[in-house]
């Protein structure tokens, strides 16, 4: 699964209290300990009303609940993905900058503690069929309530009467002021909101941590429960976004320069070439990214096309190519010069890969809808380099991609193995001899990961695993081990990914 996404997000004030402080460590639940509730009116006299004051002057721009609000529906009714969703809801909005923060902040606050919130409104309400809309309403109101410290209690409960009534559903607006009246109580009660972990320990995570029972249960069973906790509530200690210049255009020393220039924040990453920013805005408003200067991209993403470890005149696959960052990164490693074939299954997926591909001025990508179960004949034995970044469950990226956390189930996970092998076994044919071969996923499952490969060895005897770490990324040359390497979040400084480098002997 690929995981370098168009602009990040771009929150500040969303705290994750359930799962962090501010030094990165767990601490309890907060406001769930009988502690006088939040948004409580100071005491006094209210102060006289002036006949003659000044009539208030009308905001302008748009409203950062209603954006949330538009970008959680895109996510829940829609299946949009979470960055995408709120980066639509962003440009639409014409929000001020601290608008958009705080948009942003709302919107991932209500879908990182998705099941949390369903699991709670569903006691508090009788309803069992209520209107999307509504529901949506009171999950965004829920997230305020449970999980932002900055957003009094009363503003969160008023402004969800008013978005339903705004709408023209004047007959939910009891029912919304009552279930969030409800949740208050409920909260200040001290009523635990989850089984104890020693009760139910996969259901504690699960609702504590608003990930997908599947997930969990395969997470402590690859794992262990501590360990699969560690995993599920980590979170960076920073929100932001990392990005590389584009080496056929810019350098490090230029990129630096022209952050410094545009008074963007930034450090360096643990990958060279890689940094992290801190924009005020969107990151495809910033100076230098629509001339193509740079491209984003996590330092995982960057790590596995850098293994390919592409040089200039190769002729290179890239089976599961969009959004195409990976793709682009080893076209500059190739200095622009050589082929390198993008597939992908569905063409407004492609429309990605060319569009960015156009953005750096890159002439030697050639995208194309294909199958990748499927072996090109005209490219048997005929590549240098493969690269299968495979459909995964995503269970390594949860804290940028959260609607990953409560779409995970059953179905998706047993239809994980026979994909990843069809596609492997297909690119394993257009390897040409003493060519590259590279495995990698977005998750942390065995299953998906080490499993795989050595299920996919035992049946093609003419590969073999690359322990040579003069074929790898520098960063990751004492961890290769017998040729895999697993990063997991937290741990490694990374996001949770898995490489393998295998190549085909000479026949």
């Known amino acids: 699964m690929n995981n370098e996404n168009t602009p990040k997000r771009e929150h500040k004030d969303n705290k994750r209290p359930f799962n962090r402080d501010h030094k990165g460590g767990n601490r309890p639940p907060r406001r769930f300990d009988g502690k006088k509730p939040m948004g409580q009116k100071p005491a006094g006299p209210k102060p006289e009303a002036k006949t003659d004051a000044p009539k208030p002057v009308k905001k302008q721009g748009g409203d950062p609940r209603i954006a949330a609000l538009k970008a959680v529906e895109d996510v829940i009714n829609n299946g949009a993905y979470a960055s995408q969703a709120l980066d639509r809801a962003l440009s639409a ?12 902040s709302l919107f991932y606050t209500a879908i990182e503690n998705r099941l ?115 995993l599920i509530a980590f979170a960076p200690k920073s929100r932001t976004t990392c990005i590389r210049p584009n080496r056929l255009r810019i350098d490090g020393a230029g990129l630096e320069k022209l952050l410094n220039d545009n008074h963007i924040t930034w450090h360096r990453g643990t990958v060279p070439g890689s940094y992290h920013v801190v924009p005020e805005g969107s990151i495809a408003e910033m100076k230098g990214y629509r001339e193509g200067l740079f491209s984003v991209q996590s330092e995982s993403s960057m790590l596995a096309a850098l293994t390919v470890n592409a040089k200039p005149r190769m002729q290179v696959l890239d089976a599961c190519a969009a959004p195409g960052g990976k793709t682009c990164l080893m076209a500059e490693q190739m200095s622009g010069v050589g082929r390198i074939y993008a597939w992908d299954l569905h063409e407004h997926r492609v429309a990605l890969i060319r569009a960015a591909a156009a953005r750096l001025g ?146």
């Open 362 to 507: 890159i002439d030697i990508i050639r995208p194309a809808v294909h199958d990748a179960t499927q072996p090109l004949e005209s490219m048997l034995d005929g590549m240098d380099a493969v690269l299968v970044d495979a459909p995964c469950s995503g269970l390594g990226v949860l804290a940028d991609k959260p609607d990953l956390r409560f779409r995970a189930n059953e179905e998706t996970f047993e239809a994980m193995k026979p994909l990843q092998q069809s596609i492997l076994d297909a690119a394993s044919k257009m390897v040409a001899p003493n060519g590259t071969l590279v495995y990698s996923t977005c998750t942390i499952l065995p299953q998906e990961n080490g499993d795989q490969v050595k299920a996919f060895l035992e049946t093609h005897p003419d590969f073999e695993l690359d322990t040579d770490p003069r074929n790898w990324p520098e960063t990751l040359r004492d961890r290769i081990g017998d040729g895999m390497v697993q990063l997991l979040p937290g741990r490694d400084g990374e996001e949770g990914f898995f490489i393998a480098r295998m190549k085909r002997r000479r026949v």
């Open 116 to 230: 949390c919130i369903d699991a709670v409104l569903k006691r508090l309400s009788q309803a069992d069929d209520t209107e999307a809309f509504v529901h949506n309403v009171l999950s965004l109101a829920a997230a305020q309530i449970l999980f932002m410290d900055r957003i009094p209690d009363h503003a969160a409960v008023d402004e969800a009467v008013k978005t339903v009534r705004r709408t023209g559903r004047e007959w939910a607006s009891g029912y919304v002021n009552g279930v969030l009246r409800n949740l208050i109580r409920l909260r200040d009660s001290g009523e635990p909101l989850w089984p104890g972990r020693d009760e139910d320990g996969a259901a504690y995570l699960s609702l504590r941590y608003s990930v997908a029972p599947a997930a969990v249960e395969r997470l402590i069973a690859a794992y262990g429960m501590d360990e699969a906790e560690r």
């Open 93 to 104: 909005g014409k929000l001020a900058d601290a608008d958009r923060r705080l948009a942003a």
